[in-house]
């Protein structure tokens, strides 16, 4: 448990090294900043992009609840995600995203 503690502080981007620095609303906006920018690079269309939007989007919502060690989370899976793209979609094959309100084809 220790471990994986360490390896995510270390992994943060724009985090203090071994965490002797308490996360600021200013040093979550400069790794979402990276972290964009590194999706920027991806196609539109690419899963590790969406799937990395989508931890950008919820390290937003807890930097805006005050929670900035759980916004560098966040944004270390996104900038993860973006650098080893995990997701990969063989040819043919595209992400289907449903709306709340959808259900998926039988």
Same mark, same amino acid.
Request: net charge negative; proline share 6%.
């Given at each position: ?20 620095? @308490? ?5 979550? @906006? ?25 931890? *950008? ?14 916004? *560098? ?9 973006? /650098?080893?793209? /995990?997701?990969? *979609?063989?040819?043919? @094959? /595209?992400?289907?995203? *449903? ?8």
């Amino acid at each position: 448990m220790i471990l994986i503690t360490l390896v995510s502080a270390a992994a943060a981007p724009g985090s203090a090294a071994g965490g002797a620095e @308490e996360a600021t609303r200013e040093s979550c @906006e400069v790794a979402v900043a990276e972290a964009r920018q590194l999706a920027a690079a991806l196609a539109e269309d690419d899963p590790s992009r969406y799937f990395a939007e989508r931890d *950008l989007h919820q390290a937003l919502v807890e930097a805006g609840n005050g929670e900035f060690d759980d916004c *560098l989370d966040a944004t270390a899976r996104a900038t993860e995600e973006l /650098r080893e793209r /995990r997701h990969r *979609l063989k040819p043919g @094959e /595209r992400l289907q995203v *449903l709306q709340p309100s959808e259900l998926p084809p039988h």
